[in-house]
């Protein structure tokens, strides 16, 4: 079982407050699927906590039987308030479900679960992101790293992999584009009125003590 896309934009109100997940069933049997819906929070580490909750979502059809070599949509369309005053993330957890094997019947069975990341952007404002540490932190014998803690003061998330990092000492530059920092930690999601710290996989020269930091952010799509 596969499932796109894995995460989604939604405004609270609006053509761009609905969406379309796509599974596809790839076996050679039917797969049962029910979709779930929970509220996502992540902590400064990148933790993620999930609390499930009903009626954020419609969500059709909420389960359905996919034949072999087929593929099922399931509409979602956001059913919160519609005048958010703070973007809100949530988790839609796409399970495939156990099936009865019959009392006749022993085995072991592999189920699949794919969780779907959606942020509802609050109906106006944007994200306010300042850099609060710029950090060292010595990863191995071959150097150090540099560690940065970012603080969303706005109303609005921020999704650090769609824009730039520019690190900066003296002379010596180093950059992030988006699909680098995606590889780094996915969509870089920081929520309204929270921090996320990142560690960034580069090698600090060994003259750089300290360094300053320039980020490129958009409001999410």
């Known amino acids: 079982m596969t499932v796109t896309p894995l995460s989604a934009e939604l405004s609270a109100s609006g053509q761009n407050s609905k ?17 779930s819906s929970s509220r996502l929070t992540v902590a400064e580490d990148g933790t993620f906590t999930n609390v499930p909750v009903k009626g954020k979502f419609m969500v ?3 389960q359905a039987t996919i034949p072999p070599g087929a593929s099922q949509s399931f509409r979602v369309q956001w059913l919160g308030d519609p005048n958010l005053k703070e973007s809100e993330s949530y988790t839609l957890s796409v399970d495939q479900l156990p099936v009865d094997l019959g009392q ?10 794919f969780s779907v990341i959606i942020n509802v952007a609050a109906a106006s404002g944007k994200p306010v992101i300042s850099v609060i540490k710029a950090d060292i932190a010595q990863r191995s014998s071959k150097g150090n790293e540099p560690v940065i803690t970012l603080e969303n003061s706005g109303n609005v ?11 900066t000492s003296g002379s010596w530059t180093k950059s992030f584009a988006g699909d680098e920092i995606r590889k780094l930690f996915g969509m870089g999601l920081i929520q309204p009125k929270t921090k996320r710290r990142f560690s960034l996989a580069t090698l600090l020269p060994a003259e750089v003590s300290r360094y300053d930091v320039r980020i490129d952010l958009k409001r999410p799509r």
């Open 19 to 35: 969406t379309t997940l796509k599974v596809f069933n790839d076996s050679a049997a039917p797969i049962p699927v029910d979709v």
């Open 60 to 62: 059709y059809p909420p």
């Open 104 to 113: 006749k019947k022993n085995g072991v069975q592999l189920v699949f679960s």
């Open 157 to 167: 998330h921020a999704l650090l992999g769609d824009g730039s990092l520019v690190l």
